[in-house]
């Protein structure tokens, strides 16, 4: 005859917030980008996160980004909520630079360029203003071969530039000339969300652009900005700037060729130069991509990752792909010259 056992009262097991995750670098030899995974199952990112948001800044402050993997994830709508509540308010994608659809609420798809082709490294929307502080990225489905979103440390980006090099952009900084037409690249009415060109005067002078139109639906801009800075949080010197970014000839050769046999350089959909007009030397943009490679970090998305990016620590970019590939994102508190300034970024056109 079997005993019957007594019963017993099931106890709860307490775990502490580090034990519920584990935190370790990606790659041994480098602090970009630190991961995070949980150490039980069916642990909800969000609430996990709302207990940690010290946590989360100092070692973003720390590594530049973090990879949040295997959590439980419940789509875009709690991706853009982790955004909210980490970070604050969701931007608009503004002024902008690439093609991008607008997935809900203030997430975007990431840049709808032609899956041949790769993305440059960059900070986004360097060229502006003002930029967000934090830009996040959300993998709801990675593609078959490649499609990696590069990373890279600006800081170490910055060390590895000749210091001549850096001392001529501190000085000089650096010019964007935009011109917005029909035939390639964004129309003015999609980079600026409008159709009225009063408001986009309006939006130019208010924000340092200076503007021409060269006939009725064809319009120039020009700025110059940064291309030096120091973080506003840890006090490091970064190099940020679209310089290498908008520069032809860091555009691949097929596409670079069709343009030069199209437009003459100053009609150029984007270009960049020195701050007072002048050429950047091709010698000078070898050096800072060679310095964006060398930093470069590549590693596999896996559907359910977000990746975290103190947008003035570490510069982004993407690898060409096969097969399906949707990764979306989100930015958030906006920063400019004088400082966080949400009226300026979010001002309607």
């Not at 700025?223 to 120091?230: D, E, L, N």
């Not at 690898?319 to 009226?343: D, H």
């Amino acid at each position: 005859m079997k005993k019957k056992l007594p019963d017993r009262q099931r106890q709860a097991v307490t775990l502490s917030q580090q034990e519920l995750i584990k935190a370790e670098l990606l790659e041994n030899n480098r602090l970009l980008p630190l991961l995070i995974q949980p150490t039980v199952e069916n642990l909800h990112l969000l609430g996990w996160a709302k207990s940690n948001l010290e946590f989360i800044e100092s070692k973003l402050l720390q590594h530049g980004g973090i990879l949040f993997r295997n959590f439980k994830v419940n789509g875009v709508a709690d991706f853009e909520q982790f955004i909210k509540d980490v970070s604050g308010t969701v931007l608009e994608y503004r002024e902008r630079s690439s093609p991008r659809s607008l997935v809900s609420g203030s997430i975007y798809t990431s840049t709808d360029y032609p899956a041949t082709q790769s993305i440059f490294l960059h900070n986004e929307n360097s060229y502006q203003h003002t930029w967000p502080l934090k830009i996040f990225f959300f993998c709801i489905t990675p593609a078959q071969q490649g499609g990696e979103t590069w990373i890279a440390d600006i800081r170490k980006i910055f060390q590895h530039i000749d210091p001549k090099i850096r001392e001529r952009f501190e000085q000089k900084k650096v010019m964007y000339i935009r011109n917005f037409g029909e035939r390639f690249g964004l129309p003015w009415q999609t980079v600026f969300q409008t159709q009225n060109k009063e408001k986009i005067e309006e939006y130019c002078h208010s924000h340092g652009i200076d503007f021409e139109w060269k006939d009725a639906n064809r319009l120039r801009t020009r700025q110059v900005r940064q291309a030096v800075m120091k973080h506003p949080q840890t006090g490091e010197d970064i190099w940020f700037n679209h310089a290498a970014f908008f520069h032809v000839s860091t555009l691949e050769p097929m596409i670079r060729d069709v343009l030069l046999s199209e437009f003459p350089e100053e009609e150029l959909p984007n270009n960049s130069y020195y701050g007072d007009g002048l050429p950047i030397e091709v010698s000078v943009l070898d050096q800072i991509r060679e310095a964006y490679r060398k930093e470069t970090v590549i590693f596999p998305w896996q559907q359910g990752d977000i990746l975290m990016l103190d947008n003035m620590l570490v510069a982004h970019g993407r690898a060409p792909f096969i097969g399906t590939r949707k990764v979306v994102v989100g930015m958030s508190e906006p920063y400019s010259y004088c400082g966080k300034n949400n009226n300026i970024y979010s001002d309607p056109i």
